[in-house]
Nanobody, 123 residues
Framework: QVQLVESGGGLVQAGGSLRLACAAS????????MAWFRQAPGKERDFVAF???????LYANSVKGRFTVSRDNAMNTVYLQMNSLKPEDTAIYYC?????????????????WGQGTQVTVSS
């Protein structure tokens, strides 16, 4: 069983940056797809980015060019660097881990989830 713990959320002004981290334990993350999703109040959980086991990245159009997903396999951690933040980026951000199959933009494809970290961007 894999456990995921996110960190790095907080309050930032529009135009600022944050880096989220997702530490995995119980299983080596390097061989599996990991993703970031977010959920704003009253809205569904939306795809943000994924990193495949081969390091391929894919981003939602809304964050492309501003967010970067990366891995540190030695630390068993996946990061989400968020630059040029906008108020509409405000949400709880979740990391997810998929034990079978490749990377996916669908939340239902992922087997394990972290508890989430709040990101608030003020205007």
């Amino acid at each position: 069983q894999v456990q995921l713990v996110e960190s790095g959320g907080g309050l930032v002004q529009a135009g600022g940056s944050l880096r989220l981290a997702c530490a995995a334990s119980g299983r080596s993350a390097s061989a599996y797809a990991m993703a970031w999703f977010r959920q704003a109040p009253g809205k569904e959980r939306d795809f943000v980015a994924f990193s495949s086991s081969r390091g391929t990245a894919l981003y939602a159009n809304s964050v492309k060019g501003r967010f970067t997903v990366s891995r540190d396999n030695a630390m068993n951690t996946v990061y989400l660097q968020m630059n040029s933040l906008k108020p509409e980026d405000t949400a709880i951000y979740y990391c997810a881990f998929r034990t079978t199959g490749g990377a996916s933009a669908y939340a239902s494809a992922y087997d394990a989830w972290g508890q989430g970290t709040q990101v608030t961007v003020s205007s």
